[in-house]
């Protein structure tokens, strides 16, 4: 599986969530929905989760990493670790689905707020893929 594919998936997963939403074709999310993004998240955007999936070597093509991008509301302290316990709950310990053998929370760092105003924090995986015959 390819990085794009796989950063697709997540988004997709995380996307069960009532009131999450990934859209990556519009229209543009409402102030109510938090969107999720591939990559970084617009300035503009009120609140949301960029994924982005890095690391992993051209060895060990079974083992990746992502990271998540979160940012909670203007206001919010604890917005963003709020939004973060949701998607470990949704990611953490998934296992046999689109490919993926296994995720795992590694880390997370709270980032503090930004010149928005907005509380942020990253939280990185390592997700295990299914051998691609298992996949077939």
């Given at each position: 599986m390819d990085d794009a594919t796989l950063t697709i998936r997540l988004c997709e997963r995380?996307?069960?969530v009532p009131g999450w939403s990934w859209r990556p074709g519009g229209p543009a999310y409402t102030d109510d929905e938090l969107g999720i993004y591939y990559g970084a998240i617009p300035a503009e955007a009120p609140w949301g989760i960029g994924v982005r999936v890095y690391g992993g070597d051209d060895v060990d093509t079974v083992e990746r990493r992502a990271q998540?991008?979160?940012r909670g509301l203007l206001d919010s302290r604890p917005g963003a670790d709020r939004?973060?316990?949701i998607a470990l709950t949704v990611l953490h310990g998934l296992s046999r689905w689109g490919g993926i053998n296994d995720i795992r929370r590694t880390s997370f760092d709270p980032k503090g707020e930004?010149?928005?105003g907005r509380q942020g924090r990253t939280d990185n995986y390592r997700i295990r893929l299914d051998n691609p015959e298992a996949s077939i």
């Open positions: 995380l996307a069960i998540l991008r979160i939004i973060a316990g930004d010149a928005t």
